[in-house]
T-cell receptor, first 112, second 110 residues
C-alpha cells in the first residue's frame, strides 16, 4: 500500500505557465481533497471530490481546476500560474467525510 | 467565525520534558476535532480524534483533551523525544467542512 502519492515533489514555474499536479491513492477511498499550505497559515481546501465524476469547490478554488475520472486519481490543474500560487500543495483522501484524512507528501511549487 | 487558533506558534523544549499545546476554536456546529503531526517536508498524520462527548484520549505519549463548552482542546506530550520535533495541527470539523489551525512548531533539543 503506497497510500497517497503526489508528483512532482518540487516545481518552479514562470508566471503564466500551466501545470498539473498529480495525486493518486490506492486505498479505494471515495473522498479526495486538494489543500494548499502557506507559511504560518493553516491548510486551506482548494477542491474536493466525493467520487469519480464529482468535484466541488473548497475555500480557495480560484486559479485552479480539477477532474476525477477514476477513484484513484485526482489531478489539480493550474492554468495561468501567478506568484500568489507559490505554496505547498497537499492531496489527501478519506473513506468517508468524518474519517481520517490520509495526506500525500506534498508538492512545493514556486511561481516566479 | 469558524476559526481555529493554536498557541504557542512555536516551542522549544529539552528532550525528556513534557509540554502542552493549545487549540481554541469558534467552529460551529462542532462534529469532531483531530490533532495531526506534520514532520518537516511531509504530509500531516492523524494522532487523535475527539468527538463532542469525549474529554480525554491518549495515543502513547500523546494525550488530547477537549472541553466542548469552552471550545478548547489541548495536546499534552509526555517525556518528549527528538522525533517529536514537528508541527502539530488542530483540525475542527463542521459538517463536511474542516478548519485547520496554523499549527504549533515544536522543537525538541537534546
Amino acid at each position: 500500500n503506497a497510500g497517497v502519492t503526489q508528483t512532482p515533489k518540487f516545481r518552479i514555474l514562470k508566471i503564466g505557465q500551466s501545470m498539473t499536479l498529480q495525486c493518486t491513492q490506492d486505498m479505494n477511498h471515495n473522498y479526495m481533497y486538494w489543500y494548499r499550505q502557506d507559511p504560518g497559515m493553516g491548510l486551506k481546501l482548494i477542491y474536493y471530490s466525493v467520487g469519480a465524476g464529482i468535484t466541488d469547490k473548497g475555500e480557495v478554488p480560484n486559479g485552479y481546476n480539477v477532474s476525477r475520472s477514476t477513484t484513484e486519481d485526482f489531478p489539480l490543474r493550474l492554468e495561468l500560474a501567478a506568484p500568489s500560487q507559490t505554496s505547498v500543495y497537499f492531496c489527501a483522501s478519506s473513506y468517508d467525510p468524518p474519517g481520517e484524512q490520509y495526506f500525500g507528501p506534498g508538492t512545493r511549487l514556486t511561481v516566479t | 467565525k469558524n476559526q481555529v487558533e493554536q498557541s504557542p506558534q512555536s516551542l522549544i523544549i529539552l528532550e525528556g520534558k513534557n509540554c502542552t499545546l493549545q487549540c481554541n476554536y469558534t467552529v460551529s456546529p462542532f462534529s469532531n476535532l483531530r490533532w495531526y503531526k506534520q514532520d518537516t517536508g511531509r504530509g500531516p498524520v492523524s494522532l487523535t480524534i475527539m468527538t463532542f462527548s469525549e474529554n480525554t484520549k491518549s495515543n502513547g505519549r500523546y494525550t488530547a483533551t477537549l472541553d466542548a463548552d469552552t471550545k478548547q482542546s489541548s495536546l499534552h506530550i509526555t517525556a518528549s523525544q527528538l522525533s517529536d520535533s514537528a508541527s502539530y495541527i488542530c483540525v475542527v470539523r463542521r459538517n463536511n467542512d474542516m478548519r485547520f489551525g496554523a499549527g504549533t512548531r515544536l522543537t525538541v533539543k537534546p
